[in-house]
């Protein structure tokens, strides 16, 4: 993922490499921590996820657009309004949730496309080696080193602002970096004993991408897009910041921040809400990208 | 080392065609061009037209590439259409500011992240590397521009300390420079500080667990202290130069939002207006840039590894 963005957002950690052995720890202690470091972030994905996606419809949350005036900047604790009103009147609990909702849409329909695309793409190379491998990943080093805040302003321009270019425009990121993660893990399954088997036994390419490359890398290429979710929560907050992701009044946790910029002084929360939602949503995608990777690399 | 170098810099021409190909394509498909952006939504369509002529964008697409690519080999990057400048002045201008950013940042990240990286790593799982691990989590997943946002409310709205946003050149005096230049820089430190610490980190504690080198400096009875710093560490400042090189894309892609939000006069800012200008000279100048100070990076890293280890040899045997 370039600039902004590739390169923006937590640098790098789509990139393959080991994590050391952890610290010898007591065996029944280091049990229950490695349940604990997949179950506890887990949860907590979980449960963000039903807040955003369920909560809004079973729950009594107002709407997050087309508040009252009248109801302006009122304080947190506000009956009704857990974290008050912004200064059009919403309410800002409902409009963190909705904004939390287009976040994760992004994210999860940008990672959903990498896996796809990039997944498919970088295990074809991989596999199939010689100037096709070549042509292919060339290709990708010219969209990683694509400053992605070019693509993304013409893709505002050009389609309008909204949640669906949004996705498109960081696909870009999201495709390539997936496809370098996937070639290597071919590479490294490619020369294995099942796989000369398979290829003895005359299967064909297709069959031999998808019955038996796929599901051996696939294990890997999920736990680095658990770790991209968070890189492109991260990024789409900063398209929005930026005016060129999902736009007011529409709610996204990237342009309510920018939006309370100027309150900073005079009503901090408008930022440090959004800002701590973002942060603990990152921070739970990291951690059970994190332990996931570990378990698997130990294994 | 002269044919690597050469090769390498081969390699990359196709990458940096590709780039500057593909920008060009995606601003000359932007509604609307320079000549309506400089006269405004009043000008009438004649008027439009005759500075579109002026400014040469009647022509079509690929001559004004090939003219852009004929000026590029003979060592020009054009004249912006909205001021009339020469972009080489205008990025030269530019490319002070970005390069101090990044300069620093990079300083701040280095200096904090190998001295925790060798704490961290002489006692894995200790009280130390509990806490840096916690931390450094924390901190890779604060996004930038937040982290951005709350220096400025604690550091420059509350606590007054710092100037919220501006730019004073170093020769006005370096302290001052310093001064408006240290909240976008640790905004853009902080993330890579952590990222930099668990990677060293890993690297370390591999280098310590799995070779014999380490065995043999134990048995020679060499202090943990100076096993670590001597004999483990030097091994494992490549895999650092490899991601600070592999980052340098993300860094300046992240210059350009903390430019934007502190008012830093650099090149992430002179592109995101020139984009909105349409001002394709300059924003084709800062890509192309941008693209070659990836490239560079790269190559320095795969220099700085021939320099420090003596068992690479770049040339006909390894490449």
Known sequence: ?299 | MLRFLGRRLLLAIPVLWGVTFLTFLVINHLPGNAAQELLGINATPQQVHELSVQLGLDKPLLTRYVNWLHDLVTGSLGHSLASGQSVTSILGADLPVTFELVAFALLIALVFAVPTALLSARRPGGVFDRVAMVFSMAGLSIANYVLALILVYVFAVKLNWLPALGWVPPDHGFGTNIKYLIMPAVSIALSLLCFYTRQLRADLIQQLHGEDYVTTARAKGAGAWRVITRHALRNSVFGLITTVALNFGTLLGVTVIIEEIFGLPGIGHELLSAINQRDVPVVEGAVFVFALMVILANLIADLLYAALDPRVKYGSATN
């Open chain 1, 1 to 299: 993922m370039a600039v902004p963005p590739t390169e923006t957002a937590v640098p790098g950690v789509l990139e393959p490499t080991a994590l050391g052995p952890s610290a010898a720890l007591g065996a029944r202690f280091g049990r229950l921590r490695a349940i604990g470091g997949i179950w506890l972030p887990a949860f907590l994905v979980a449960a963000i996820l039903f807040l955003c996606f369920l909560w809004p419809i079973i729950g009594p949350v107002p709407a997050p657009t087309g508040g009252s005036i009248l109801n302006s900047n009122l304080p947190s604790f506000s009956p009704g309004h857990l974290f008050g009103t912004d200064i059009n009147g919403n309410d800002e609990w409902s409009r963190l949730l909705y904004g939390g909702r287009a976040s994760l849409e992004v994210s999860i329909a940008v990672t959903a496309i990498g896996l796809l695309l990039g997944g498919l793409l970088g295990a074809f190379a991989g596999y199939i080696g010689g100037w096709r491998e070549g042509v292919i990943m060339r290709l990708f080093d010219v969209l990683i080193a694509f400053p992605a805040l070019v693509l993304a302003v013409a893709i505002a321009e050009r389609l309008g602002p909204g949640e669906v270019h949004t996705i498109w425009a960081l696909s870009f990121f999201s495709v390539p970096a997936l496809a370098r993660i996937a070639r290597a893990a071919t590479l490294r399954v490619r020369e294995q004993n099942y796989i000369v088997a398979a290829g003895l036994s005359g299967t064909g390419h297709t069959r031999m991408l998808l019955r038996h490359i796929m599901p051996n890398i696939l294990p890997e290429l999920m736990t680095f897009a658990l770790l991209g979710m968070g890189i492109v929560i991260v990024l789409e907050g900063a398209l929005s910041f930026l005016g060129l992701g999902i736009q007011a009044p529409t709610p996204s946790w990237g342009n309510m921040i920018a939006s309370g910029q100027g309150l900073l002084s005079a009503q901090p929360k408008f930022v440090l809400l959004p800002s701590a939602a973002l942060f603990i949503t990152v921070v739970c995608f990291n951690l059970l990208g994190e332990s996931l990777r570990a378990r698997w690399s130990a294994q």
